[in-house]
Structures are given as C-alpha cells and as structure tokens.
Nanobody
Framework: QVRLVESGGGSEQAGGSLRLSCTVS????????LAWFRQAPGKQREGVAS????????HYTTDVKGRFTVSQNNAENTVYLQMNSLKPEDTAMYYC????????????????????WGQGIQVTVSS
C-alpha cells in the first residue's frame, strides 16, 4: 500500500522560508511523478511544482518560479519542497501527490492524474 506523509509545514513571516517533506512508503519513488499541490480557502487546488524521479526534470507554476525548489532524495524515498521568499498568498494547505508509474517531464499534471495523496499540511505566511 502506497502512503505519502507530509511534514515541515507551519507558520512563517513574509520573506521567510519553509521546507516541506513528503516521505513515500510502499513504493520506491523511481519511475514516478511526484508533485506538490496547494489549496487556499475558497480556491481550487492548484499544482505548484512537480518532479519526474527518473530524470529529475522539474516544473513550477508561474507564481512560485524562482522562489520554490522541488527535489528528491531516492535513498530516503522523499521529495522536498523548499519554499523561500514566502508571501502571504502562499498560505494554503499543501498536498503531496504521486503518479506511479509516471512521467511529468512535459509539465505539471492535473490533480486527477495522481493516484496517491498525502493528508495535507498547513502553511501560513503572515505579513
């Protein structure tokens, strides 16, 4: 059974940094697409960043380019989202998602393409 567990969220002031972790169990993250989504109150869930674990190709939504970095650690079966220069508009529930097997080298896939989801973790950025 594949399970995704997020950690590392919390509260931060604008301009600060947080790092989210997504640890996968029940499957080795090779040959998969791992992505981060977020959903703010009253808004639709949006894809933030993704990584194809076979080739480490990454994609980002426009709002976070240059501020967020997605990376993988195969030895720990974990994907990270480093979030720098945080803004109040980054406040949301963040979800890790996996498409297994999967390839998202061409861009961030829609949420319906992912079979597995974490429980979500809150990120709050104050001004």
């Amino acid at each position: 059974q594949v399970r995704l567990v997020e950690s590392g969220g919390g509260s931060e002031q604008a301009g600060g940094s947080l790092r989210l972790s997504c640890t996968v169990s029940g499957y080795t993250i090779s040959r998969s697409c791992l992505a981060w989504f977020r959903q703010a109150p009253g808004k639709q869930r949006e894809g933030v960043a993704s990584i194809t674990t076979d080739n480490s190709i990454t994609h980002y939504t426009t709002d976070v380019k240059g501020r967020f970095t997605v990376s993988q650690n195969n030895a720990e079966n974990t994907v990270y989202l480093q979030m720098n220069s945080l803004k109040p508009e980054d406040t949301a529930m963040y979800y890790c998602a996996a498409r297994i097997p999967g390839d998202c080298s061409r861009g961030i896939l829609g949420s319906v393409m992912f079979q597995y989801w974490g429980q979500g973790i809150q990120v709050t950025v104050s001004s």
